[in-house]
């Protein structure tokens, strides 16, 4: 079965450069939400759409910003990229933002920021 | 604050034997508990859920407890295999509160099983 795709799977950046992470959900999900696991840390909510549009935001810098596409794959553009940006960045898709409560997760996308 | 909390960073369980990983939360406001296992390189793959309105879910080798008086949820896998090595963590969400569903994790607990 399709799982959650994320690319690219890892992504080195030099601080200041900007960095965009892609999701692509599982077939038929309209909902995509965003995670961001820094080292030794819990996986943290940043952000979350619904049918292409913002469904609620959670510890997201104003750095980042994010969108739903039509085609309901997801993008995370970081800008002015700091070192304490390195970390696992999570995506999860599900079917409905409100009557199904299991997330599936992407593998991630490991970024570091030299 | 975490509000999820895992206080147990590693557990090693013989095969064979029960594995039991606690979780403690301190937001009453939760109302969905669930589980999930992470393997390297790979991201969270759900495992079991539990409602607030029940205390306990059950599913093949795998239990998960809840107590809400004491804000603490187990779960329990038994027979423990090698193939559960893997970190787990516990996640929970207000689902009452009509918006999307942010997961808040705990810091995941390592399980070794050992052949």
């Known amino acids: 079965a399709a799982g959650v795709i994320q690319s690219p799977r890892h992504l080195i950046k030099e601080k200041r450069e900007t960095a965009t992470l892609k999701c692509y959900p599982i077939?038929?999900?309209?909902?995509v939400y965003w995670y961001q696991q820094g080292p030794g840390q819990d996986p943290q909510f940043l952000i979350s759409?619904?049918?292409?549009?913002?469904?609620d935001k959670g510890s997201i810098p104003d750095r980042f910003s994010a969108q739903q596409f039509s085609d309901y794959h997801s993008e995370l553009n970081m800008s002015s990229l700091e070192l304490g940006d390195s970390a696992l960045y999570f995506c999860?898709?599900?079917?409905?933002?409100?009557?199904?409560?299991?997330?599936?997760f992407g593998s991630g996308t490991q970024l570091s920021v030299l | 604050d975490q509000q999820v909390k895992q206080n147990s960073p590693s557990l090693s369980v013989q095969e064979g034997r029960i594995s039991i990983l606690n979780c403690d939360y301190t937001?009453?406001?939760?109302?969905?508990f669930l589980w999930y296992k992470k393997y390297p390189a790979e991201g969270p793959t759900f495992l079991i859920s539990?409602?607030?309105?029940?205390d306990k879910n059950e599913d093949g080798r795998f239990t998960v407890f809840l107590n809400k008086s004491a804000k603490h949820l187990s779960l329990h896998i038994v027979p423990s295999q090698p193939g559960d090595s893997a970190v787990y963590f516990c996640a929970a969400i207000i689902i009452s509160s009509g918006s999307a569903r942010q997961l808040t994790f705990g810091s995941g607990t390592q399980l070794t099983v050992l052949p």
């Open positions: 539990i409602s607030s309105i029940k």
């Open positions: 999860a898709s599900s079917l409905g933002s409100r009557t199904n409560e299991k997330l599936f």
């Open positions: 077939p038929r999900h309209d909902t």
């Open positions: 759409f619904y049918e292409k549009m913002q469904s």
């Open positions: 937001n009453s406001m939760f109302d969905y």
